[in-house]
C-alpha cells in the first residue's frame, strides 16, 4: 500500500461541503488507524468556482488535478445565475465534466450493493434484493453527453430543433470493455453489456466492438441486453448482474436504478478512473465522488447522508493507495454502523451526519488490527 498521497478537494456545491466535511473527517481517521499520509488541496468547482472567479473550473484547477493522486468531489447543482455558462459545450457549463475530459477518466465505476440491513428501505421484497452486488461500469468522456454536433436551431418565430449526437469510436468502446472484463475476472466473471443495438448505428458498434474483446477472456461470461430491458431487469431479478457495462447515456440511467437497491442515493460511492489498475497497484488521476446532487432541499440540516462520500474514499484507498483490506476494513465499519441502525433520514433513521460518521470512524479505530 502506497503510504503517501497527495489529494485534490473540491467540495462544490450545497450538501457536497457538508458530506465532504464528513469524509475528510473519516480520511484523518483512516490515514492514522492504516499508517498513511495525505497531503490536501482544497478548491473551488462548479457554482461556487462560477460565484468566486466567473468559471466553473479553473485551469489552476485542473493542472492540479493532473499533479494529484487523486480528487476528491462532494458534489455539484445548478448555478442559480441568469449569468451562468449556457454553452452547448458541456465542458464550459458544468466543471466536473470538464474535469472528468481533462483528466480522461473514462472508466466509472459505481458499485450498488444491497446492505442486509436497510432490506425494510428498499422497493423491493427480500427475496429480489437479498445478496445484490453490482457495479456498473459507466463510460464518462464521450457519447451523447460530449460529442458534436449538438444545439438548439431555430426554425422560426415559433419552432425550433434541439439536437444531439451518439457517436463512440472503436478505440472508446474497446478501452472501456477491456476495463470490463478485467473488473469481471475480479469478480463473479459475469458482464452484461448494454446498448439499443436495436434502433442505434453506436449500438451496433458497442456490441461488435464487446464482443470482439470478449474473445480476449474466455473465462468471462458476456451477454448483450437493450438498455430498456435492463432498467427492467434490474427491478424484477437484480442478482443476475454482477458487471454492468453501458455507455455514457445508459450507464448514468442504469446506475442510478442500480442505487434503489442500495436503499438511497446518498449510499451510493464512485471512482472516475484513467485505467485500472492491476491488483494492489496504484492509480493517479482518479476522481471519487459520491452519486448523488447538491441536495438544496436539505442544504444546512446536518442531515445528509455521508455515506456514499465515506465509501468514494474507501474507493480511492483500494485504486489511489493500492489498500486493498483497508479499503474492505472502511466499508465493513459502515456496514457494521448500519447493523446498528445508525442511519441518516434518507434510509429511514434519525441521526444526524455527524453522528453517522462518528459511528463509522469508531467502528474503524475498533476492528483494524
Known sequence: ????????????????????????RVLAAAAEVF???VEIEMDLIHGQAWEKYGT??????????????????????????????NSSNPEENDGLMRLRKEL??????RPAVASPYLSDQLPYRDEISRGVDIIVLREMCGGVMFAEPRGIELLSETQSRGYDTSSYSTFEIER????????AGRREKRIVSVDKANVMQSGVLWRKVVQSVSYDFPDIDLIHMYADNCAYQLAVNPIQFDVILADNLFGDIISDQAGSLAGSLGMLPSASLPFLPAVGRTCTGGIYEPVHGS??????????????????IALFIEY????????????????????????TPDIGGVSSSQVVTDAIINEMSSSWV
Open 1 to 24: 500500500m502506497k503510504k503517501t498521497a497527495k489529494l485534490l478537494v473540491l467540495p462544490g456545491d450545497g450538501i457536497g461541503a457538508e458530506v465532504m466535511s464528513q469524509g475528510l
Open 176 to 183: 472501456l470493455a477491456r476495463v470490463a472484463f478485467l473488473l
Open 295 to 312: 441536495a438544496p432541499d436539505i442544504y444546512g440540516k446536518g442531515i445528509a447522508n455521508p455515506i456514499g462520500m465515506i465509501l468514494s
Open 104 to 109: 480522461d477518466v473514462f472508466a466509472g465505476l
Open 320 to 343: 489511489g493507495l493500492g489498500g486493498i483490506e483497508q479499503a474492505a476494513g472502511l466499508r465493513n465499519a459502515t456496514e457494521e454502523t448500519l447493523s446498528k441502525g445508525i442511519r
Open 35 to 37: 499508517e498513511f499520509d
Open 56 to 85: 466553473v473550473c479553473r485551469d489552476k484547477t485542473v493542472l492540479t488535478a493532473k499533479d494529484s493522486d487523486g480528487v476528491l468531489v462532494g458534489a455539484v447543482g445548478e448555478i442559480e445565475d441568469k449569468h451562468a455558462p
